[in-house]
């Protein structure tokens, strides 16, 4: 065989055998501009973590009007106690400033009929008459001490439960992954066919899901026919456990694989950027704006330049 007919041959089958540990199997080309564009293009976008997380702290007005002057057209809502009264106010403030209110976080006890964070959120959504999700995470105090079977049976019902409240009033419900058993997407899977009920999903965060990126295409084929929104995060392996858990979009090692991964699997609904530090907030999204935009150069062949400069990270 001619030499460098061989040595071609070499390079095409190194391109597509590298594992995940180094850069995707999908890596060898430009992916499709238009289904990245769609996929990762602002009009696609969510914002997460931006009310507790916010260095300024925004009032419902000043939060909405800075998702305009960004363009971010959706708000993943994240509250705390002292957020209930104004949730009315935040509803408002988005409709004013033409930011649609996506989805509504819910942390609650395995006993929703009577937790008040459930009925707040309930409460919400009935009187206002709103559709959207619901991301949330159940208690999982006491699971260790049962087998799998009685995990899943245990974290079923408050979930089950839930769903048939949220499908009165027209939402969905998204299994939140946050560490622990229920925060694994496979434990996941097994609650929401133990439940069997049609408005229940998954909501994957990369930044709850270090120990996940080299099985992240993996679960992406098994969380696809549940998956209701993606949100994402500069990663590095094992991030979380080098002080790097939270990291702008670009500034991770393994940012550009997981997106070709992402792009490649098919998937097509809601991606999230974050903010969770306690930056200001304003410039922490426009950080990860910057940062998916260069990344985006990236995944469809194009030389997108250097790296954009952060407001809110400075390069170790």
Known sequence: MDRLLCWAMC????????SAKGADPVAAGALDAGRVQSLLGKPNLTAWCIVPFDGKHRNPEQRAAMLQR???????????????????????????HDVQLGAFWLSMSRD????????????FIRRNRVKLE????????GLDQLDQQ???????????????EAARLGCRVGLYNHGGWYGDPVNQIAIIEKIDRPNVGIV??????????????ELLQKMMPHLLAVNLNGMDRAGDQ??????????????????????????DGPVGILGHTQDDVELRLADNLAGLAWLRQKLIGQNPGPRPTMHTYTKP
């Not at 390079?11 to 590298?18: D, E, Q, R, Y």
């Not at 960004?70 to 408002?92: M, V």
């Not at 929703?112 to 959120?121: M, T």
């Open 150 to 164: 009685g995990k899943v049976d245990a974290m079923a019902k408050p979930v089950a439960w839930l769903a048939d």
């Open 112 to 123: 929703p009929a009577n937790d008040d964070r459930v009925k707040a959120v309930l409460d």
């Open 11 to 18: 390079i095409a089958i190194g391109l597509v055998t590298i």
């Open 242 to 267: 080098r002080g790097r858990k939270l990291l702008p979009l670009s500034a991770g090692e393994l940012d550009e694989p997981l997106l070709r991964q992402l792009v490649a699997s098919g998937y």
């Open 134 to 141: 619901i991301w949330v995470m159940v208690n999982q105090g």
């Open 70 to 96: 960004l363009g971010i057209k959706r708000l993943a809502y994240d509250w705390r106690g002292k957020d209930i009264p104004t949730f009315d106010a935040e509803l408002a403030a988005l409709k004013k």
């Open 204 to 217: 994957y965060n990369q930044h709850h899901g270090h120990g996940d990126v080299d099985r992240f295409g």
